[in-house]
C-alpha cells in the first residue's frame, strides 16, 4: 500500500560522548522514509530544503523507491538546520542551534500523483502544517499516524488539539505524553489522550520500550533492545515511526495484533539508528539483518507460561 | 521442592502521597515469604525478631504453611524498624528513620529441621550475615538466588564480593547493578556482575519492567503492568523475589525458560503489592487471582511475527 510521509529534511551537527559531527544530513522525514523504505516500494514524501541541500541525497531517497515530487527547493534559501549535544546518559540533550530557515513558512503543496495514499505519517512539525496536509488530501487516508513534542504543546495547544483530533494514532514519548494529559501515570495518560481523538496512542520510552493502546483497553509493550552502547539517539523516534507505518503500509492490516508485530519493527528499526552517527545505520541495511533483529526481539521478550504451570 | 528464606521481618513506617501508615508489619523476609507461599507450601524461614513482635503474625505466617522455627524471638530487645517517605513519582524515597535493634548483631541460626533444603533465597541483609547461612547449610541447594542493595556496596565491598560469589541468581535494581559494576550500560554491567560468580542476574527497573541475563549471553526481559496508581512500592523487589523463587520452588525446573516464567511470576506478584500500603494485599489473594494477572502480562507481552511477515 502506499505511504505519504510528511517531515523535515534537514541538516543536523550533533555531538555524543562518543564524538561530534560535522553538518550532516537529518531531519524527522528523512528517518521516517529511509525506515519505512525497507518495508514499501510506494512511498511519497512532503517536504522542503532550501537550495544548498545536496541534491545526490534527494537522489538517493529517490533510488530507495521514495517519490520526491513533494519535496520544494526553494532557491536563495537555506535548508533548516539543528544542532545538539546528548548528556553522558544519552537520555537528555541539549538545544544548541536551531534555524528554522525554509520550515519557518513551510507550506506543505501536495502534488496530484499522491491523491488517493493509503497511509499518511504526519513527522514533527507545527500541528497547523501537519493538518494542512490532511485538508488537502481528497480522501482521507486508511490510517493517519502523527508525531508530535513539547514544544508545539507549549506555543500551539489550540492548533495540536485541533490536529491531533483528525488523527487515528499518536506517536509520542513518556514525558510528552504527561505534559499533553497532565497525569504523570502512563495509563491514565493514555486515557486522558485518547479522549482527545487518537484510537491508537504509541509512548515511547527510549531505553525502557514503547506501549501501545487503544480505545478498547487493549495495551502492548514492546521492549527496547538492551544495547552495549547508544552511540547517538538522534532519529531514533522518528526511525520507530517509519518501521511502524512502513510495516503496517507492508501489511495492509490495522487489527491490534498487527499493530504489536508493527511496533515491534519499528523498535528494531531504532535499534539499527543508534548504531552509528544519523542516518549512516540506515542507509545500508539488509532485509537478513532486520529480520535477525526482530527475531532477537521474539527471543528477548516471548515466554510460554501455560495454565497448569501456574 | 523446599524453599528457606532469610530475611528480616520487621515494623515499617511509610508515607506516599496517597496516605501514611503507623508501624505496620514488613521486612524483605515478610514479603517474600508471604509472596512465595501462593506457589510452594514447604517453606522455611530464617530471621529475627524482639519481643514486640505481634505473635498472631507469626501464627500467621505459620498458618500459611511456613515454618518458623527459625524466627529467633530476643527477649527485651526490639524488631527491626523502618521509616520511609515517598516522592511523588514514587521513583524516590527518603529514610526517615533505621532502627537496626535485633539485627544489629543477628546471628542467622539454622534449625536442624531446615537442612536438606532445595532452594534458597537470601533477602536483603548484611552479607555477611547471608554468608553465614550458606555456610551452615550441610549441603548446597540446588539454587542460591540473592538480592542486596547500594548501602552493602559502601561499606562492606570484600564482604559483598565474597557471597556474591557462591551465589546463582543476583536480584538487584538498575541503580545498584551500575553501582555494584560501575558501568552504565545494562548490558556491559551484566557481564560485570556475573563474572563476579552468579550465573543468572536479574536487573529490577521498577516500573520499567526487570530484565533477566545468564552467561550464556541470554537475556529476557519482562515488563511491568502499566499500573493507573501505584499506592506503595515497599517490598515490590521483595515481592517479586518471592514470586520468582517460589515459582522455580514450585516446578523445580531451573532452565533459562522456566526462568523466564518465573521472572514473569515474579512481576506479576510485585504488580499486586503496589495496590496496597504494606503488605495488605498479599495477605489475600486467590489462585485465580494471580492466574489472571499473569495473563494479563502474556496479553501485555505476547506478539506473534512470522518471516512471512516480516
Redesign the interface.
Known amino acids: 500500500m502506499s505511504l505519504l510521509t510528511v517531515g523535515s529534511v534537514a541538516f543536523d551537527a550533533i555531538e555524543t560522548p562518543f564524538g561530534k559531527t560535522d553538518k550532516i544530513i537529518g531531519g524527522a522525514g528523512t528517518y521516517i522514509a529511509l525506515s519505512s523504505s525497507y518495508f514499501t516500494n510506494d512511498q511519497k514524501i512532503v517536504s522542503v530544503v532550501g537550495e544548498d541541500f545536496p541534491n545526490e541525497t534527494l537522489e538517493d531517497l529517490k533510488a530507495r523507491g521514495i517519490d520526491i515530487d513533494g519535496i520544494q527547493i526553494k532557491e536563495g534559501e537555506k535548508t533548516f538546520f539543528w544542532s545538539g549535544k546528548y548528556h553522558?546518559?544519552m537520555n537528555s540533550r541539549d538545544t544548541l542551534v536551531t534555524e528554522l530557515n525554509v520550515l519557518g513558512d513551510f507550506d506543505p503543496i501536495i502534488p496530484e500523483s499522491y491523491q488517493g495514499v493509503d497511509y499518511l505519517m504526519l513527522g514533527n512539525l507545527a500541528p497547523s502544517v501537519q493538518r494542512q496536509v490532511i485538508e488537502r488530501l481528497n480522501e482521507r487516508p486508511k490510517l493517519i499516524a502523527m508525531d508530535t513534542m513539547n514544544f508545539w504543546m507549549d506555543i500551539a495547544w489550540d492548533d495540536l488539539m485541533q490536529t491531533i483530533k483528525m488523527v487515528d494514532v499518536l506517536i509520542i514519548n513518556d514525558e510528552e505524553a504527561r505534559q499533553l494529559s497532565k497525569e504523570?501515570?502512563?495509563?491514565?495518560a493514555a486515557k486522558v489522550i485518547m479522549d482527545m481523538g487518537p484510537k491508537y496512542l504509541i509512548i515511547k520510552?527510549g531505553e525502557?520500550?514503547a506501549?501501545l493502546f487503544n480505545t478498547n483497553g487493549?495495551?502492548?509493550?514492546?521492549?527496547a533492545l538492551?544495547?552495549?552502547?547508544?552511540f547517538d539517539p538522534t532519529g531514533a523516534g522518528d526511525t520507530f515511526a517509519g518501521g511502524f507505518v512502513g510495516y503496517l503500509a507492508k501489511?495492509d492490516d490495522i487489527s491490534f495484533?498487527n499493530m504489536?508485530?508493527a511496533v515491534?519493527?519499528g523498535s528494531a528499526m531504532a535499534s539499527f539508528c543508534v548504531e552509528k552517527f544519523g542516518t549512516e545505520r540506515l542507509q545500508n541495511l539488509s532485509?537478513g539483518e532486520?529480520?535477525n533483529r526482530?527475531m532477537e526481539f521474539?527471543?528477548?521478550?516471548?515466554?510460554?507460561?501455560k495454565?497448569e504451570?501456574?
Do not use: C, M, W
Not at 487493549?218 to 521492549?223: E, G, H, I, K, R
Not at 538492551?226 to 547508544?230: N, Q
Open positions: 553522558n546518559d504523570y501515570s502512563l495509563v491514565k520510552k525502557h520500550g506501549l487493549n495495551v502492548f509493550f514492546a521492549p538492551p544495547l552495549e552502547e547508544v501489511t495484533d504489536k508485530r515491534v519493527t532485509q532486520i529480520y526482530i521474539v527471543d528477548l521478550a516471548q515466554f510460554d507460561i495454565k504451570l501456574v
